[in-house]
């Protein structure tokens, strides 16, 4: 059974940081794709970050290019998303997923979804 956990989100002031982690399980995550995506209340989910399963390439939202950036541990089976310069926009609840083709930027096309963790960004 694949899981995904996400944790690390929290309250951050408006130019903080912070690191959002992806545990994953049931699956052989060195082969998949990883991304985050966001969801802020009344929005639809949107693209943050992608990884390929090699970590060689990723691809970004412009909203956070720059400032965010993903990584993975594949020893760990882990996935990070370290978030820098925090904006209030930022709010919304992040959540991990993985697919097992190539990078992409669509919700639809990931199998796996975690739970989400709440990041709040207050001014």
């Known amino acids: 059974q694949v899981q995904l956990v996400e944790s690390g989100g929290g309250l951050v002031q408006a130019g903080g940081s912070l690191r959002l982690s992806c545990a994953t399980s049931g699956l052989t995550f060195s082969r998949y794709t990883m991304g985050w995506f966001r969801q802020a209340p009344g929005k639809e989910r949107e693209f943050v970050a992608t990884?390929?399963?090699?970590?060689?390439?990723?691809d970004y939202a412009d909203s956070v290019k720059g400032r965010f950036t993903i990584s993975r541990d594949n020893a760990k089976n882990t996935v990070y998303l370290q978030m820098n310069r925090l904006k209030t926009e930022d709010t919304a609840f992040y959540y991990c997923?993985?697919?097992?083709?190539?990078?992409?930027?669509?919700?639809?096309?990931?199998?796996?979804w975690g739970q989400g963790t709440q990041v709040t960004v207050s001014s």
């Open positions: 997923a993985a697919r097992s083709l190539v990078l992409s930027r669509t919700p639809e096309d990931y199998n796996s």
């Open positions: 990884i390929s399963y090699s970590g060689v390439s990723t």
